[in-house]
């Protein structure tokens, strides 16, 4: 989100067009992150903290298309990571200033309060830092 990522790969079709929150799992996959570790050094010092387990974004969903089906400027490094098969085109990401703890679902899920309750305590308690393997 914070190197203007346009595209997020799913193995479904979604007709939800719109805002919604983009939800960091629980989980870290360790080879991504060290696939991710190049882009994660072009961050801006300081790095912001990559949180799991939270609510981290808000973004608009303004299509749903397969991977082959995309035309993106070639060499734009920002397309690097679409793989599918289907892929959520996203506008206007934004990253929450302070993460919300949630446990999250598979899938679009309805998000009600008090889950969106910003405090000090809401901060979910398991960073996860850019650069640093867990």
Same mark, same amino acid.
């Given at each position: 989100?914070?190197?203007? &990522? ?5 193995? @479904? ?16 996959? &360790? /080879?991504?992150?060290?696939? =991710?570790?190049? /882009?994660?050094? !072009?961050?801006? &010092? ?11 974004? #808000?973004?608009? =969903?303004?299509?749903?298309? +397969? ?10 490094? +920002? @397309?690097? @990571?679409? #793989? ?9 990401? &934004? ?10 679902? =598979? !899938?679009?899920?309805?998000? +009600? ?5 910003? #405090?000090? +305590? ?5 960073? =996860? ?6």
């Amino acid at each position: 989100m914070y190197l203007g &990522k346009p595209v997020e790969n799913r193995t @479904w079709y979604t007709n939800f067009r719109g805002e919604f929150y983009i939800h960091a799992g629980l989980t870290a996959n &360790k /080879d991504s992150i060290e696939d =991710l570790r190049e /882009d994660i050094e !072009r961050l801006p &010092k300081p790095r912001p903290t990559c949180y799991l387990g939270a609510l981290v974004a #808000t973004a608009e =969903l303004v299509d749903c298309v +397969r991977a082959e089906a995309l035309t993106y400027p070639e060499g734009d490094s +920002r @397309w690097t @990571w679409v #793989t599918g098969p289907w892929c959520f085109i996203l506008a206007n990401v &934004k990253p929450l200033r302070d993460p919300i703890a949630l446990k999250g679902q =598979l !899938r679009f899920f309805e998000v +009600r309060p008090p889950a969106i309750r910003v #405090t000090p +305590r809401s901060r979910p308690p398991n960073p =996860l830092f850019p650069g640093e393997l867990r």
